[in-house]
C-alpha cells in the first residue's frame, strides 16, 4: 500500500496479524504517512477506535490535514509513552492490537533537510522528533572518539567502528562534522565500497538509533504492551534490522515460553501459570513485495497475542 511517499511493508499480512474486530480498540505506534492506519480504518466498524503516535511532528501534520476520521486520534508523541497516555484515557487493558512498524519513513529518508540520508547533502540532524533532543551533528561534536566507536560498533555492527571514529576525530581538528555528505565522505574513505551498500550505511543506521534512542524505546514499550493489551489483543511488530528483530523476538520468547521444570518433576497443569503471551510467528515479506520495494527484503514481521488468562 502507497500512501503519499510512503510505500508500507508487509501491509496485507501485519493488518492480518492484528485480526481486528469491528468494534475493537487499535493502536498505530509509528504514524508515518497513515498507510497501515488507514489499512486498520478500513476494517474497522463504526463503534471501532484508532490511536496513533509519531514522535515526528511532520507526520502528525500529514495526518491532520489528510485523515479526518471521528474513530481516529492522532497523539504527537513517542511511544514509550504509551502506558501513560493510554491510563490517562482509561484504556489499560482495553486495546486489541498494536501495530509497530519501526524505523524511519520515505519523507524522513528523502528529505535531505532531516539528515538521515548519504545520499543528499543535508543538516546532519537525524532527529525524528526535532522539537527536543540532541542532533547528530552536536552530538559528534562533543562526544570521544571511544564514544563514537562504541555507537558505531554496537547500534551498526560495524566492524570499522575504530576507524571511522578515529578519521571523524581527525576531520574535527579542522573543521566540524555538520553535514550528511561530510560524514559520508569520511566514514567512505575508511570503508570499502560493497556491491549495492554504500559504505556509509552502518554508520548513518548506528547513529541514527543512537540519537533516536530507539532500542531504549522499543524495549520499554513492548514490556508496557502487557498492561496496555486487553486479553486476546495483538501485537504486530515490523522490524527492519537484526538488532531490533533480536529484542522483539526475546521479549516475545520471555513471556510465551513456559518455564522448564527440572527433569523428572511432574508437570502440574495450573491454569494459573499461563504466560502472557502467545508466539503467532515471524513471517517475510513475499517474492513479489521483495520484487517491489528494496525496503522489505530487511523487514521481519512478528505477531505475538495476549493470554486471555494471566497470573
Ligand atoms: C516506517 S515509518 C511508519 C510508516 C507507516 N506505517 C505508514 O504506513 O505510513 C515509522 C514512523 O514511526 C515514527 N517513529 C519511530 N520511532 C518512534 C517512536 N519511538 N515513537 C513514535 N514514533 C516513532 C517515525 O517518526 C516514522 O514516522
Not at 192 to 217: D, G, M, S, V, Y
Request: charged fraction near 25%; include cysteine.
Amino acid at each position: 500500500m502507497t500512501s503519499h511517499h510512503h510505500q508500507s511493508v508487509m501491509f496485507n499480512e501485519s493488518i492480518a496479524g492484528l485480526a481486528i474486530k469491528n468494534n475493537g480498540i487499535y493502536i498505530d505506534a509509528t504514524f508515518g504517512r497513515g498507510g497501515h492506519t488507514q489499512g486498520i480504518l478500513n476494517k474497522l466498524g463504526n463503534e471501532g477506535r484508532l490511536i496513533a503516535f509519531d514522535q515526528d511532528m511532520t507526520a502528525i501534520d500529514y495526518a491532520r490535514k489528510n485523515f479526518n476520521d471521528e474513530r481516529l486520534e492522532v497523539i504527537h508523541s513517542a511511544f514509550s509513552n504509551m502506558h501513560n497516555l493510554l491510563n490517562e484515557r482509561d484504556l489499560l487493558g482495553e486495546i486489541d492490537g498494536i501495530l509497530m512498524d519501526l524505523g524511519v519513513s520515505s519523507p524522513q529518508l528523502d528529505n535531505a533537510q532531516r539528515g538521515f540520508s548519504f545520499n543528499a547533502d543535508g543538516p546532519l540532524d537525524m532527529r525524528m522528533n526535532q522539537t527536543s533532543g540532541t542532533n547528530a551533528a552536536e552530538w559528534l561534536a562533543t562526544a570521544s572518539e571511544t564514544e563514537v566507536a562504541n555507537v558505531i560498533y554496537k547500534f551498526g555492527e560495524e566492524r570499522k567502528s575504530r576507524h571511522i571514529a578515529n578519521a571523524i576525530k581527525k576531520f574535527q581538528e579542522d573543521a566540524p562534522v555538520k553535514t550528511t555528505l561530510q560524514l559520508a565522505n569520511i566514514v567512505a574513505s575508511v570503508v570499502k565500497a560493497k556491491k549495492n551498500k554504500h559504505p556509509a550505511t552502518r554508520t548513518f543506521q548506528a547513529i541514527r538509533i543512537f540519537i533516536n534512542q530507539e532500542l531504549q524505546q522499543l524495549l520499554d514499550t513492548l514490556e508496557q504492551t502487557l498492561s496496555t493489551l486487553a486479553p486476546a489483543g495483538r501485537l504486530s511488530i515490523i522490524s527492519f534490522h537484526s538488532i531490533e528483530d533480536r529484542i522483539v523476538k526475546q521479549f516475545i520468547q520471555k513471556h510465551s515460553k513456559q518455564k522448564q521444570l527440572p527433569k523428572g518433576l511432574p508437570i502440574m497443569h495450573n491454569e494459573n501459570e499461563q504466560m502472557p503471551l502467545k508466539n503467532l510467528g515471524k513471517f517475510f515479506a513475499s517474492a513479489e513485495e521483495i520484487g517491489n520495494s528494496r525496503r522489505s527484503r530487511s523487514a521481519i514481521l512478528r505477531i505475538a497475542q495476549r493470554t486471555t488468562k494471566v497470573c
